[in-house]
């Protein structure tokens, strides 16, 4: 189980970061790399035509502004790749989130929120589910333990109201 995290910028990490530690909670090995789709592009580029042979199964690609990132390294990669948009400008994310999301038919980048790290990495768990029994039971138990929660959370409304 290998997932790649490419961000546009360092300034991203702090978003990327949330991410990266669902991955590792969850047992997954996690790369993390600054890659720019337009100041480094041979390396994006390169990164993704390479990304299966170097044991990646998933990609998480984080970019904000114009965004390329994600559709640039899904342009080159029959891996699935996540993209994240970076609330990184006066537009609030807003940009970022159209360049990703809008992607042309035959490059699909499944896309979360804006700074919805948390999201890519379970999404990534989730697709990575499908070929590892151990992470399906993980995840299982995960959103078992989540729904506790909200259960609880929901008991001690209810005490509060009596």
């Not at 035509?49 to 342009?75: F, Q, R, S």
């Not at 970022?96 to 790290?117: E, K, S």
Request: charged letters at 25%; proline letters at 5%.
């Amino acid at each position: 189980m290998k997932v790649a995290i490419i961000m546009g910028s360092d300034s991203d990490f702090p978003v990327v970061e949330k991410g990266y530690k669902i991955l590792k909670e969850f047992g997954v090995e996690t790369e993390v790399r600054v890659i720019s789709a337009h100041r480094t592009p041979d390396e994006a580029i390169n990164f993704a035509k390479n990304a299966d042979v170097n044991g990646y199964e998933v990609i998480i690609a984080a970019a904000g502004k114009a965004a390329h990132l994600p559709g640039v390294l899904a342009g080159c990669t029959s891996l699935p790749v996540i993209g994240v948009p970076i609330k990184s400008s006066d537009l609030e994310g807003m940009d970022a989130l159209l360049a990703i999301v809008q992607m042309p038919p035959g490059v699909p980048v499944a896309t979360v929120a804006i700074n919805g790290a948390e999201n890519a990495a379970l999404l990534a768990v989730q697709i990575l589910s499908v070929k590892y029994d151990e992470l399906r039971i993980r995840f299982n138990a995960y959103k078992k333990q989540m729904a506790e929660k909200v259960m609880e959370k929901d008991k001690k409304l209810q005490e509060k109201l009596k």
